[in-house]
């Protein structure tokens, strides 16, 4: 399966983006999916996970309350939205699936990364 991130971009503390992970595939919902980040300089790091089915769902404590990670199946998407951003979430973001776990290791397929960059 091949993924594709997107929708990062420029945004001001506080405000909110929706990322997306679209793949190709028909196998798709097979898949569990999980978000990672990499800021400069820093490891990557795990934000989000959801089983196949989207009744699952785990986040990091610091995106608690503030980011929600959902899919949709039928267009095989997984979506990551994101509020109340703060600066220290400027990182690229990757999703990856074919693992339902915190470690980036344990993931097969990996889309390119979008930036999401928080600055006023």
């Known amino acids: 399966v091949q993924l594709q991130a997107s929708g990062g971009g420029l945004v001001q503390p506080g405000g909110s983006l929706e990322l997306s992970c679209t793949a190709s595939g028909r196998t798709f919902s097979s898949y569990a999916v999980g978000w990672f980040r990499q800021a400069p300089g820093k490891e990557r790091e795990f934000v989000a996970r959801?089983?196949?089915?989207?009744?699952?769902?785990h986040y990091a404590d610091f995106v608690k309350g503030r980011f929600f990670i959902s899919r949709d199946n039928r267009k095989n998407t997984v979506f990551l939205s994101m509020n109340n951003l703060k600066t220290d979430d400027t990182a690229i973001y990757y999703c990856?699936?074919?693992?339902?776990?915190?470690?980036?290791?344990?993931?097969?397929?990996w889309g390119q990364g979008t930036l999401v960059t928080v600055s006023s």
């Open positions: 990856a699936a074919g693992s339902y776990s915190i470690y980036s290791r344990d993931y097969t397929y």
């Open positions: 959801i089983i196949q089915e989207g009744t699952m769902l």
